[in-house]
């Protein structure tokens, strides 16, 4: 484990030596990956949204019987019972909230009198500059190399879109760049362009810490860059993903033969989440008024949850699916954590080294 390399103004108001976050993706970010990264001196992310409020809670005591380092956890902020997780949040001490969706100004304003960092996810410049007028303490962008939701614009062009974006509004709050990131030369390029650290997520999962089998680890590995296709067939919503026999039938299948297979994958996730049928109403209206869903997309929006849990925790890819970042395609090993921060952060540092020797 080697000691702080970088100061940045991500580890400065974290409290984390390595300017490295590993980012909240559901049925992987759990108790084991999170303490595995923060005990490395990374930023370690829970996934809340695949989680009852009783799992989050076990969850986060986990995390905190395995680390005494800072940790995060990810919220949906349109979820029904979003105050409630936050409250959570604030009873166990937790370090961070990261939030999907840009949370209400009072709930920002609710965490961070409570000592919380609030770390909302945007996709666009616009959204930056509103959260960070609403007092959020940092922001993480993801570019359309990303897996999992994403957007289509890369994030070569999104990050300084954001920075300048979030210089002319007068705000200097930290910014992690995710999405197409996994080694110290992405670090480095990252800190170059004015980021104050970097997210990943496919990296984080192939690792040794990761709890997802290794069968599927392994199937990850065999993939290039030319293995993930974005697609809106899932959930309504575009979604990089491994590309499987099984993403390619639904690429292929029409709405109506895939409406039996989605209303039995909606029963599955409310019998999974706990959720009754009023609650599942309610977090479909909250969609739809966030996100601008239709009722098609909401529908097809507990597909995710179901079809991810099938590829990620149970192993069966013919009936699950496979988020996945377009590096999975330079990616060909399954460190620990340890070894994938310290090799990040001592391959940055003599990128930044070398950089600087071009000055004169």
């Known amino acids: 484990m080697i000691e702080q390399q970088l100061r940045t103004p991500l580890t400065e108001l974290v409290g984390v030596r390595h300017p490295v976050v590993q980012t909240g993706m559901g049925w992987v970010s759990g108790p084991r990956l999170v303490s595995g990264t923060a005990n490395a001196g990374g930023l370690g992310i829970l996934a809340s949204a695949t ?195 099984l993403v390619s039938e639904l690429e292929e299948t029409s709405a109506v033969k895939r409406l039996g297979p989605t209303l039995k994958r909606t029963l599955e996730f409310k019998q999974t989440s706990g959720m009754s049928w009023l609650e599942l109403a309610k977090d479909g209206r909250a969609m739809k008024k966030t996100q601008g869903r239709t009722l098609a997309q909401m529908t097809l929006a507990a597909n995710t949850p179901v079809m991810l849990k099938a590829g990620l925790v149970d192993g069966d890819t013919g009936a699950g699916v496979l988020a996945s970042g377009q590096v999975v395609g330079v990616i060909d090993d399954l460190p620990t954590c340890e070894e994938l921060i310290d090799r990040i952060v001592l391959r940055a540092v003599e990128e930044l080294r070398r950089g600087s020797s071009y000055l004169v």
Request: glycine residues 12%.
């Open 51 to 245: 989680m009852t409020y009783e799992e989050l809670e076990k969850a986060i005591l986990e995390v905190k019987a395995r680390t005494d380092q800072p940790f995060g956890v990810n919220l949906r902020a349109d979820a029904g019972d979003a105050g409630e997780r936050c409250d959570l949040l604030i009873k166990h001490g937790v370090r961070v909230a990261s939030f999907a969706l840009a949370p209400k100004q009072d709930l920002i304003a609710k965490l961070k009198d409570h000592g919380l960092v609030v770390m909302p996810s945007v996709g666009a410049a616009r959204h930056a500059e509103k959260v960070a007028a609403w007092g959020a303490d940092a922001v993480m962008i993801q570019g359309g190399e990303g897996g999992g939701h994403t957007g289509s614009v890369p994030t070569t062009l999104l990050l300084p879109t954001v920075l300048d974006a979030l210089r002319s509004a007068g705000s200097d709050i930290p910014v992690v760049a995710a999405g197409g990131f996994f080694d110290g030369r992405g670090l480095a390029a990252a800190l170059s362009y004015g980021a104050a650290g970097v997210g990943m997520g496919t990296r984080f999962l192939l690792t040794q810490d990761s709890a997802v089998p290794q069968a599927v680890k392994e199937l990850y590995l065999g993939y290039d860059l030319n293995g993930t296709v974005v697609t809106a067939k899932v959930d309504g919503m575009p979604h990089r993903m491994l590309r499987t026999d």
